[in-house]
């Protein structure tokens, strides 16, 4: 029976990756918990819990007293957020993931854990298309730098302590559930939803920046399958590469106007601009499709229907 622990299930990819694995493993076996309030999809649905995770003490707790087997870290400060408060964000990406890392070294019970990594851990001197699983990376931001030490960090832990830390490289997430939290890729949220409640968008990054993006169902399924792949399938120990369509503010601006023939966007370039500027414009994700026999099914037609309807039906 596994017992799953979601660390920030109130967050853009908690929300949605919790109710997936409850629909799998059962309510009552996969514990929601945050630091903020959760969506009350998530509190009605099975166990949720306020926890901080870089409580150490009470993390362990936890875990032991719910017999927890799997962990999905998801807490932390996104890219965006980050620059603003650099030493803090350091802080919390860095200290809380140490926090689960020594916790499924200490509790037998624990076998597996899941922690994302992101494209920011790539940098100017990373080739900008299809980037490889094995490359130069040389982040230029908060963010970046601490997803990449967490890297080096899940590597270690598993070489050293045989501990099954498993991880992805996530691009540019977009889901209707939760808005925005801080991300240089929040744009391609964001137009979706001020396409649908003003009919225009100003964007903060300029028209032809291109980023790998992903649609939220492809993320969750390609996590779910990952954590449920045989171990001895698995030839990365650090994070693997994954994507979806590559997609720029004015591809989807033209997109939208399938749905909304007057809609406007103009454009406004803030410090996130030279963010976008160093990551990957494309992403070669091929030894992740291999590992795990997986590759996203939404295109950008399929992102853009799917997340007017559901706009629409939410606001």
Not at 73 to 93: C, D, F, Y
Not at 98 to 122: G, Q, T, Y
Not at 278 to 297: A, F, G, V
Request: glycine share 6%.
């Amino acid at each position: 029976m596994e017992r799953i622990l979601i660390i920030g299930a109130a967050g853009q990819i908690g929300s949605e990756l919790t109710l997936e694995l409850r629909k799998i493993y059962g309510n009552s076996n996969v514990f929601a918990t945050d630091v903020k309030d959760a969506p009350a999809d998530i509190k009605e649905s099975g166990p949720f819990q306020l926890l901080d995770v870089m409580d150490d003490k009470h993390l362990i707790h936890f875990v032991i007293r719910n017999k927890i087997t799997q962990i999905y870290h998801l807490a932390a400060v996104l890219s965006g957020n980050a620059e603003k408060l650099p030493t803090q964000a350091w802080h919390i990406n860095m200290d809380s993931l140490m926090n689960i890392l020594e916790v499924a070294k200490l509790v037998e019970d624990v076998r597996k854990v899941f922690w994302p990594s992101s494209i920011a851990v790539f940098g100017n001197s990373t080739p900008k298309t299809g980037t490889p699983q094995l490359t130069v990376m040389e982040p230029s931001t908060v963010y970046g730098i601490s997803k990449l030490a967490g890297e080096r960090w899940c590597e270690y832990y598993h070489k050293r302590y045989n501990i099954d830390i498993r991880s992805l490289r996530y691009p540019g997430l977009i889901s209707y559930k939760t808005e925005p939290g801080g991300g240089t890729t929040d744009w391609a949220v964001e137009i979706y939803f001020e396409a649908v409640r003003k009919k225009s968008y100003n964007c903060f990054l300029s028209e032809d920046v291109s980023l790998p993006m992903m649609f939220m169902e492809d993320a969750i399924n390609a996590t779910i399958k990952l954590m449920e792949t045989d171990k001895a399938n698995l030839a990365c120990h650090s994070s693997y590469n994954i994507t979806g369509p590559s997609l720029t503010p004015r591809q989807v601006a033209v997109d939208i106007r399938r749905h909304i023939p007057g809609f406007d966007i103009t454009y406004h370039p803030d410090f996130r601009q030279s963010i976008a500027e160093s990551w990957p414009s494309s992403i070669d994700d091929s030894e992740l499709r291999t590992s795990i026999i997986w590759k996203p099914r939404f295109d950008l037609q399929q992102i853009t229907d799917s997340m007017i309807e559901e706009i629409r039906n939410k606001v």
